[in-house]
């Protein structure tokens, strides 16, 4: 996959989990990359899987249990046939600032 990023011209890849974030850094350093002057890499949420590695990445914290609630009332009216029942509702993320982001070389 890493291959196929950097040949399409990729310089920034935004992962679901922390550990795939971590996956990603270590494939790269393998390639002699470094995160982030040669691929920036931001995480959606906090760590659920375990892992090893204690980098601080750049990304958004996740409101997993709200967003898990919220999917059972919709599931929930949806099922029922209850009128007005809203599909789609946004959840505000909280940006984290970690060390894994730059702006693209020129």
Known sequence: MLDA???AGVTAVVVE???DGVALA???????LTVPADL???ALGDPTRPTTSDREFTGFRIPRREMGWQAVEVLT???A???GTVTQ??????????????????
Do not use: F, K, N, W
């Open 5 to 7: 990023l950097l040949h």
């Open 17 to 19: 989990e922390y550990a």
């Open 26 to 32: 270590t494939v790269a350093a393998e390639r002699g």
């Open 40 to 42: 920036s890499i931001l």
């Open 77 to 79: 009216g949806l099922l």
């Open 81 to 83: 046939a209850m009128p």
């Open 89 to 106: 509702r946004l959840l505000p993320c909280q940006p984290v600032d970690g060390v894994t982001l730059l702006p693209p070389r020129p």
